[in-house]
């Protein structure tokens, strides 16, 4: 725990993302009021800000909205989160070079850390990344400037709130913090969720400044060290790093919620074998390997019926052969499913993952070096080849039939950075 002027942390955010990276690959959506639709074309999951200047609503059901928003003139989109995923990799690439370590926080947000210069001022360096980053992007961001990633995050707010800050706030560089820190309310401030900040609330701490001073007991009697580490960052103290390591994954997970519910038992085996074919291939990008595969299928929430059972094998060997994968997964469909009730969504998982480096072999069940080199040389072969000739060049029979039950995206922008087809093409 130290304070440290020198290194300062920002948390770097990219402004409506979803709706930005539509406007960056459709020139004819800058400026007018765009908003992205959740799977299957449910509600309404984000909004760029002349969509949020007409009050339309986030979580709105689409269906309901539909007429007004036709009215409005409102750009409607389906996910797409292939370009969202693209777009996400190149913004982290770009930051990377500006910054000294870096924690990617989620798709569009980042933790760096960066010395101060001699003159302690940070905005030449905040107003360059920006610059940069809309250049090759057509991204905007807000960046906030602090000495820990509390600070970090309540600069970012400001940042965004603060109609002359121009996306940057340096909470190192004001005099007057406790009138800032008055701003914000409690239930805004990182890591404080809503049971918490109802119990904040009713010891009458409703702000920022209020928590930072806040007896330092009760805090962490009823919040323990987390809290306790929580109000030392508020106070300036640094108590939590930033993680830099790309920690291997504890699971991975790929679910789905079907266009069009599912009956049928060779529906949901179909459904639960795509996933699979794909989770295998994420597994194997990482270097990977399970041995606990969980499959789960449930109804929908907003239907009458209420289903939801999950089916499990846990394997001797960790492997991340697809086939071995796919006859598992197979069978644990059967376990899940029942005829009575419409699924509408299902997913498969892989956990309890090893890297292939450190890789233990049962003696009961061992396998020869030859046919984990033989297993090995066929998954490589098939990755390589539908990397070369774009994804499912190579795939199992079970994907192949018709599929009655995927997800609706009719309303689904190109794919113009993922897909040289997509590519636009000029015509002199
Ligand atoms: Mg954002």
Redesign the pocket.
């Known amino acids: 725990m130290t304070i440290s002027s020198i290194e300062a942390i920002a948390l770097i955010?990219?402004?409506?993302?979803y709706a930005s990276c539509e406007q960056s690959i459709n020139p004819h959506l800058r400026n007018k009021p765009v908003v992205i639709l959740s799977n299957n074309d449910g509600c309404i999951i984000a909004r760029s800000p002349e969509a949020r200047a007409l009050k339309i609503k986030m979580g709105c059901p689409y269906f309901k909205e539909k007429e007004r928003l036709n009215k409005l003139d409102v750009a409607v989109l389906s996910s797409n989160y292939s370009l969202y995923a693209d777009m996400s990799k190149r913004l982290m690439n770009l930051l990377k070079n500006h910054c000294e370590e870096m924690e990617i926080y989620?798709i569009?947000?980042a933790f760096v850390s960066i010395s101060r210069p001699n003159d302690k001022n940070l905005y030449p360096w905040a107003r360059k990344l920006r610059a940069l980053i809309y250049q090759n992007l057509g991204i905007t961001l807000?960046i906030g400037i602090g000495e820990n990633k509390v600070r970090a995050k309540v600069a970012n707010k400001l940042a965004k709130n603060i109609d002359y800050s121009a996306g940057i706030f340096d909470l190192a560089r004001t005099k007057d913090e406790n009138n800032y820190f008055k701003e914000i309310s409690v239930d805004k401030i990182w890591g404080i969720g809503k049971q918490t900040s109802n119990w904040l609330k009713s010891k009458g701490i409703r702000n920022a400044q209020e928590l930072r001073d806040m007896k330092e007991n009760q805090i962490l009697k009823k919040l323990g060290i987390v809290g306790r580490r929580m109000q030392l960052e508020l106070k300036g103290y640094k108590c939590l790093p930033i993680e830099k390591s790309n920690k291997s994954k504890r699971q991975i997970q790929v679910s789905r919620s079907f266009g069009t519910p599912i009956t049928k038992l060779e529906d949901l085996t179909q459904a639960l074998a795509i996933y699979a074919i794909k989770a295998s291939a994420k597994m194997r990008s990482q270097s990977l390997r399970t041995s606990f595969i969980s499959v789960f299928a449930r109804t929908s929430k907003y239907s009458s019926q209420n289903y939801q059972k999950s089916a499990n094998k846990k394997l001797i060997n960790a492997t991340d052969n697809t086939n071995a994968i796919l006859k598992i997964v197979v069978e644990l469909s059967k376990e899940i499913y029942n005829p009575e009730y419409k699924l509408s969504k299902a997913g498969v998982l892989m956990q309890d993952l090893t890297t292939c480096k450190n890789l233990q072999q049962s003696i009961i069940n061992y396998k020869s070096q030859e046919d984990m080199k033989k297993s090995e040389n066929l998954m490589r072969t098939i990755d390589s080849l539908n990397k070369k000739y774009k994804n499912k060049a190579i795939t199992w029979a079970i994907t192949n039939k018709p599929k009655e039950w995927t997800i609706n995206r009719n309303l689904l922008s190109r794919t113009s950075t993922t897909d040289i087809i997509k590519i636009p093409t000029i015509v002199i």
């Open positions: 955010d990219a402004n409506n993302f989620s569009d947000e807000t």
